[in-house]
C-alpha cells in the first residue's frame, strides 16, 4: 500500500473537507465527457491549480484505466518507474491495472515504489479521479530522466502497450509550467509551451522549452502523454484553460503556471 504524502499539503487530509476542496474545484463544471485519449494537468495545491485540473476531470470519459505520468521531483528511485502497489488516499483506495503493469515490464519503465514514495504529483490526480468515477485502475509512472529520447521512448512504450492489450485507457501527463517568475514573463513563454503541446509536437515543445529556459516541472510527462495519445489514436489537442498562481492570490510578481490539454 502506498501511504498518502501530500495529504495536509496540497489537498486537505481528511475525507469532508477534501469533498468541499474538490467541490469548490469544480465549481459549476458539468460532465461533458468526450473521448479523451491525453490529458495535461496540473498538480499544485487545489487552492492554486483545483479548477484547472478540473477542466479537464469533468470531460475525461470513463476507462477501465488512467495511466498518470508526472516528474520525479526527490531525484530518488529509478529513472522512469513504475509503482504496483495499491494507492491510497482520504477517499479510499485505487488498484493498478497489474496487467499493464506487466506488459510493460522489460521496457524502459522499471518497477521501483522508492520513486513514488514522497512524489506529490500523482498522487494529487487521484483525488479528483475518485470524486469523477467509482471503479478504474491506475498506472502511476514517474520519470526522473525528461529528455526527449526518453519521453518518446516512453510515450511508445505505454501506448503499445495500452493497444496490444486492447485496454479503455487515457494518459494523463501531470506537470506545472514557469516557476516563479513574473505573470508576464511567465505567461509568453507559457504560452509557447502550450502552443506546441497543443499541437501535439514535440520537437517543438522541447525547443520551445530549452530555448525560453521554460521551468516546467514536467515536459518530459507531456511528451511521453502526446506520443502515447498519439499512437493510442489522438489526433488533435485542444487547450482548456490557463491561469497562474497569481490569479489567486492577486500578486503577479512571481507566479506558477498551470495549464490543461485534452487529446482527442
Excluded at 68 to 87: D, E, K, Q
Excluded at 162 to 168: F, I, P, Q
Excluded at 220 to 242: D, F, N, S
Aim: net charge negative.
Amino acid at each position: 500500500m502506498r501511504s498518502p504524502a501530500a495529504a495536509g499539503t496540497f489537498y486537505p487530509g481528511s475525507e469532508k473537507a477534501l469533498k468541499r476542496e474538490l467541490q469548490q474545484a469544480f465549481g459549476d463544471l458539468g460532465r461533458d465527457e468526450q473521448p479523451v485519449l491525453g490529458a495535461v494537468v496540473p498538480h499544485a495545491g487545489y487552492m492554486y491549480s483545483g479548477r484547472v485540473a478540473a477542466e479537464v476531470y469533468s470531460r475525461l470519459p470513463r476507462r477501465d484505466t488512467f495511466v498518470l505520468i508526472g516528474p520525479n521531483h526527490y531525484g530518488i528511485g529509478l529513472p522512469v518507474a513504475m509503482s504496483r502497489a495499491s494507492w491510497s488516499t482520504p477517499l479510499g483506495t485505487v488498484e493498478v491495472d497489474q496487467e499493464l503493469a506487466s506488459e510493460l515490464e522489460g521496457s524502459i519503465i522499471g518497477h521501483d515504489e522508492v520513486a513514488h514514495l514522497q512524489e506529490h504529483s500523482l498522487e494529487v490526480q487521484l483525488p479528483f479521479l475518485q470524486r469523477s468515477f467509482s471503479a478504474f485502475r491506475i498506472l502511476p509512472i514517474s520519470m526522473g530522466l525528461q529528455d526527449q529520447e526518453t519521453a518518446e521512448e516512453v510515450g511508445q512504450a505505454v501506448g503499445r502497450a495500452v493497444l496490444d492489450l486492447g485496454r479503455s485507457c487515457t494518459v494523463i501527463a501531470s506537470s506545472d509550467l514557469t516557476h516563479y517568475e513574473s505573470k508576464e514573463t511567465a505567461r509568453r513563454k507559457d504560452c509557447l509551451v502550450l502552443e506546441s503541446a497543443t499541437r501535439m509536437d514535440v520537437s517543438g515543445l522541447y525547443d520551445a522549452v530549452y530555448s525560453q529556459d521554460v521551468t516546467a516541472c514536467g515536459f518530459g510527462p507531456i511528451a511521453a502523454t502526446i506520443v502515447a495519445a498519439r499512437v493510442m489514436g489522438a489526433r488533435t489537442g485542444r487547450l482548456l484553460r490557463y491561469s497562474t498562481s497569481g490569479d489567486v492570490i492577486g500578486d503577479s510578481r512571481s507566479v506558477v503556471g498551470y495549464g490543461a490539454i485534452i487529446y482527442v
